[in-house]
Each structure stands twice: as C-alpha cells, then as structure tokens.
C-alpha cells in the first residue's frame, strides 16, 4: 500500500498569518484592534485598504477569529490573541464556519447580491458569537449596491460585523467610508521582507544568500505574497542554496553595470550606441519594462545623491555608488527631472505595448534626444535658445507672484486654477505642477477650495500634498478634494486643442496658401504669435523645387 503525499501548498497558503502577532508591518492596525478589543470599543464594520499582498484578507480572518475565539475552555470572551485550538478558530482558518462569509465582490457586484446578504443578517449566527461578513475588492460593487447596504451599515444588528477589503479606496462612497472604521495597511519594508523571506527560506531547508533575499524583497514592492510568489519559484529551480543570478534569471533583472552604461550613453546623447546597449540587455533575457523600471530607479538614485539624501535611495553597492556620484556631478536637475518624466511616460507604454521592447528602444531613443536640449532656466536666461519642440503647455511668466515670494510671511493671493498652477511653477515643485497640467480635471475651483477628478495614473496623496503646499504658501487654509465627477480637460489638452485651432487658422490663411503654392513639397512646421503684432506667422519648411 503506498503511502498518499499531500498536495504542495505555495507558500504564501502555508505561510499566512494566523494571528496578530504573526502579521508583518501593520502596527498600526494591530495596536489600535487589540486596544479596542480589551476595551470592548469594538466597530461594526471595518475597511481595509492597501496594495495586493499586504495582507486585507489575513487581517480580515485573524479579526474574524479574535471577535469569535471562545478559547481552550470554550467561555472566553473577544480576544486580541485568538487561541487557534477552538473549534472557532480552527473552522475559520479552514474557511468553513457558517457564520463567516467571506464574498468576493469583483464576481457578485450587482444589488440582487447584496440585498441575499441584507435579507441574512437578520437571523442570529448559528454557532459563532457573531455573523461576519468579509467582502474582498469592495469597490467593484454597482452603485445601487451601496446604497442598498447603506442602510444595514446605519443600524446593523448587533450580532453582525462587516469587514471590507479593497486597493481602491477612492472609489467607495463616501456614505460608506463614514460607517467605517478604516486601517491603511502599508506596504512592508524591504528589511522585514528580507527577515520574514529568511526565516522561511530556513524553514524550507534552503539557504540563501543576502543579495538573493534583497533583490526579492525589492522586486515584492511592499508585497509579502508577490515575495513569497518570486521566493517559492527560486526555491524550485534551486538544489540548495539560492544564489543573487538565479534571481536576476527568474525575474529578468539586469546587471546594474549594464543598466549604468546604458543610462549613461543615452544622457550623452548616443543613441546607437545606447540602443546596442540595451540590446545586449535584451538578448541576455532582461525583460524591457524591467530594464524601464532600473533606469528610473538609477535616474531617482542619481537625482537624490546630487542632493545629498543618499541614505533615502535604495541599497546598492560601493561601486553603485560611486558611479552614482560621478553621474550626478556631470548631470544637471533639469536633465534629471526630463529623464524621469520621459521614462515614467514610457513605462506606461510599455506594460501597455505589444511589444514591450519596440516601446523600451523609444524611450532610449527620447532620452538620448533630448539630453541636449536647454531646461527651462536656460530658455529663461535665454529665451531664444533653439529647441526642436516646447511643451505644448507653458504657464504665464509669475510676475504678480515675485514680489511675495522674498516676503515668506506675506500672503499670496490665488484667485483661478491658472494661478494656482503657475504657483507651483514658480515655487519649482516639478513633479506636482506636471501633475496639475497632466492629470488634474478641474471640478471647481473656490478661495481655499479645490475639487478635482485625478487621473488613475496619479499619485494617492495628490491631494493632500497640493492642500499642504498652497496652505504654506499662501497663509491660508486650503483643501484640496478628490471628486467622481468628470470635471474639465486637462491644461495639457487645453493647450493641445489651442495649438491646433492656431494651426488651422495659419492654414487657411491667403497668404499662407499662396507661400505653400510657390514652393511644392513646403509644410507648417511649426506656429508662433509675434508679440506686439497680430500678425500669425507660420514657419514654412520648404522642399526641393525645380
């Protein structure tokens, strides 16, 4: 008779957490639980909301257990620290209690779903201390469906406990967040990645070395299940010791001399040998959209040693760095800042590309054109420095702003969203103004109140950062809001749209036409208004002619 081999069980299953102190990263969650616990202040619903992988589910179950353990002589009470011996705890962790419905509302979005869950929770549980319900990806239900589970939210029965889940929290109405109790579960750190990743590994019978374990957890991104997803698969293909290149070849990272080489011959304006560079990369079996995400990271590296945080970059080696600090001598600010705004642009291209590698040589291409062209101070100091083409949007030279700028406690008035814009301008926070001209839909716009729709590529904490710097500058209190609404067209599309009614306007224009006539193979390549003139002038490029 042969014995049965029970099935493999990946590692993040094996591994999960099976209480509070087992949870990696989330203090905050757990000190706040276990207080409102022993305090008997416990919520009737809670929503958590984090990236992939940082653990809403796990958390969701472990306070499912602390509501519900009744201990090793079966009369304990709600408990911080659930034994995992009841028959409570056991039945939850085997996902087959009948009084803890876990639903997952990406599949049962609509009202109909909801309202079987709201006919439910009038009946008292069957075996537990209470009925939980925990619906994972929250923000995919219908709008109906909210406003159907409002009112149970507003006065649940007291033997009811909501737990919610999502990685989008912005898309819950607000009527819902304000019944809730909400944790932000934050993504974990490198250093306890690399910890818990070790003690597993150890756990397993494998070692592994350091670089292996910090390549890992930086490829995790804050994700225990996306690390433990990249350690399980190095674990496999490994005899015994998992080595740094064996996990480079899992996740196609590239070596960081190569991607060193390669960022330097495109910001010295080489692109054939910058293109030979990065097809070497690819031949070796780097991933394009890896190879994207290196030369980010390096341009954010580079651009913080030049300012002296080197400790806020990520950890790299005594060469790394030394390379680093030659590169930010000879880089300036504006290089940087363009090269980080044409690589994140192109990254987005090529996760979305066909071919991921056709996107990846055109970012090489861009950068390595337009390394040479002048940054914003050097058109200020010289604004007829030839350049191939200007942003489509430029704000308004910030003269009404000058004067309160060397006065910090004078207040600066902001009258119109065109203001406010050219504000962060003038005061060179780049990366927030390129967020206002690209990817804000304004709402409304009010003294100390501004709405907008944000695009999904923007950054959480869009708002807040924008609400905290026009409270500095201007001495007033200003909210910025996050709004579902549509909202208008971005400046950068404004600005678009009146580059092409401009351009329209030159080519109907007589004496244009006749220009283009007389010389066969002439185009309009590019429009100007001339100061102190109505005059539309049209740059004409003119072909060969017989």
């Known amino acids: 008779m042969t014995q049965e081999t029970k099935p493999y069980l990946v590692l993040a299953r094996k591994y999960r957490p099976r209480n509070f102190s087992e949870l990696i990263g989330q203090d905050a969650l757990v000190t706040t639980l276990t207080n409102a616990i022993k305090s008997n202040r416990i919520a009737h619903a809670f929503i958590l909301t984090g990236i992939r992988g940082v653990g809403k589910t796990t958390s969701a179950r472990i306070i499912a257990k602390a509501l519900n353990c009744v201990g090793i002589d079966g009369s304990s009470g709600p408990t911080p620290e659930p034994c995992g011996v009841c028959e409570q705890c056991i039945s939850i962790a085997e996902d087959r209690n009948v009084d803890v419905i876990e639903a997952d509302a990406a599949s049962r979005t609509g009202v109909n779903d909801i309202r079987e869950i709201i006919d439910n929770v009038r009946y008292v549980p069957v075996a537990a201390r209470y009925k939980i319900y925990i619906i994972d990806e929250v923000h995919m239900l219908s709008k109906s469906a909210f406003n159907a589970l409002l009112k149970t939210l507003e006065e649940p029965p007291p033997h009811v406990k909501f ?12 009527t819902i967040l304000s019944r809730c109790q909400r944790f932000d579960l934050l993504r974990v750190s490198p250093e306890l990645l690399m910890q818990r990743f070790s003690e597993i590994a150890a756990k397993e019978g494998f070692s592994i070395d350091g670089e292996a374990l910090e390549i890992i957890a ?20 490994s ?12 996740i196609g990272i590239a070596d960081s001399n190569k991607i060193f080489d390669l960022f330097e011959l495109a910001m010295a304006g080489k692109p054939p040998e910058a293109l030979a560079a990065l097809r070497t990369l690819y031949d070796s ?49 504006p290089a940087l800042v363009k090269a980080w705004q044409i690589l994140l642009k192109s990254l987005g291209e090529a996760r979305a590309a066909a071919n991921p590698m056709n996107a990846a040589e055109m970012a090489v291409i861009k950068l390595a054109y337009t390394s040479g062209l002048p940054g914003p101070s050097d058109l200020a100091k010289n604004p007829h420095a030839e350049i191939r083409q200007a942003p489509p949007f430029q704000p308004a030279p910030a003269k009404s702003f000058t004067p309160e700028f060397t006065n910090a406690s004078k207040k600066i008035p902001v009258n119109n969203f065109r203001e406010l814009v050219e504000l962060f301008a003038a005061k060179e926070e780049q990366a927030l103004h390129g967020w206002l001209v ?10 100390g109140r501004l709405e907008f729709r944000p695009s999904p590529a923007a950054p959480q904490d869009l708002a807040g950062k924008i609400g905290k710097c026009l409270t500095d500058w201007t001495g007033e209190r200003w909210l910025a809001v996050i709004s579902n609404d549509k909202g208008a067209t971005t400046l950068q599309d404004d600005a678009r749209q009146q580059e092409k009614k401009l351009y329209e306007e030159i080519a109907n224009d007589p004496n244009v036409a006749r220009v283009l006539e007389s010389f066969p193979g002439a185009e309009i390549i590019g429009v100007r208004e001339k100061r102190g003139e109505n005059l539309k002038a049209g740059d004409l490029k003119a072909g060969e002619s017989k």
Do not use: C, W
């Not at 930086?218 to 293909?237: H, N, T």
């Not at 690209?438 to 003294?447: I, R």
């Open 285 to 333: 079996s780097s991933d394009p959209v890896a190879v994207l995400e290196d030369l980010l990271e390096l341009t954010h590296y580079v651009s913080v040693v030049k300012h002296g945080a080197e400790n806020t970059a990520a950890k790299t080696g005594a060469g790394d760095k030394r390379r680093a600090q030659a590169m930010a001598e000879k880089l300036s600010v």
């Open 438 to 447: 690209n990817g804000v839909h304004l709402v409304s716009f009010e003294k």
């Open 218 to 237: 930086k490829a995790a991104e804050g994700s225990v299940r996306d690390g433990l997803s990249i350690l399980d698969q190095a674990l496999s293909r």
């Open 239 to 250: 005899s015994g010791n998992v080595t740094a290149k064996e996990v480079k070849e899992l």
């Open 163 to 174: 737990i919610f889940a999502t990685t989008e929290i912005r898309k819950i109405p607000l």
